[in-house]
């Protein structure tokens, strides 16, 4: 989580030129696999701070993913099916797949609740989904989480399952 305190506090203080800002906050993001224990748990402290982080520099945003990403980005539909793995704790997340089954492992290897749960969103805008990353083994979707809830829901096809 050094990387991304480090991060957090030379933004707080503007101190990350706009040229080194996208780059960098992928090493942040790509080396910080658990953001949310940062915020012992305060979900809306998480959602508002990221939302900030990826308001910043909207112009040069795509240079957070590799050309290849971006390419694959901007090639998918109009409209699409995501998915998420977790528990109850941590279903609101900015981590999203494309591929269920990754989701649902996820969903049942990291429940320490023991209930896992699965989201599928149905019909999502490609337009919400602010990075596609790809580490080789499986593909990463970046999506703001007041995209995807439980209000949205009644109004999408978007559905939340019990594994």
């Known amino acids: 989580m050094e990387e991304f305190a480090g991060f957090l506090k030379d933004f707080a203080e503007g101190a990350i030129p706009q040229e080194e800002y996208w780059q960098r906050w992928r090493n942040v993001w790509d080396a910080s696999s658990h953001i949310t224990e940062y915020f012992d748990g305060d979900l809306v402290a998480r959602d508002s701070l990221l939302s900030e982080i990826f308001a910043q520099y909207q112009d040069s945003q795509s240079s957070f993913m590799s050309p290849t990403e971006q ?93």
């Open 71 to 163: 390419e694959k980005l901007s090639s998918l539909p109009k409209e699409l099916d995501i998915f998420r793995g977790g528990q109850q704790a941590n279903i609101s997340g900015w981590s999203w797949t494309l591929d269920r089954d990754s989701a649902q492992e996820y969903a049942v290897s990291g429940a320490k609740d023991g209930r896992p749960l699965l989201v599928s969103a149905f019909g999502i805008s490609s337009s919400a989904i602010l990075a596609y990353l790809n580490d080789g083994e499986s593909n990463e979707l970046i999506v703001d989480p007041l995209t995807v809830t439980i209000e949205t829901a009644e109004h999408a096809d978007i559905f939340f399952e019990r594994l």
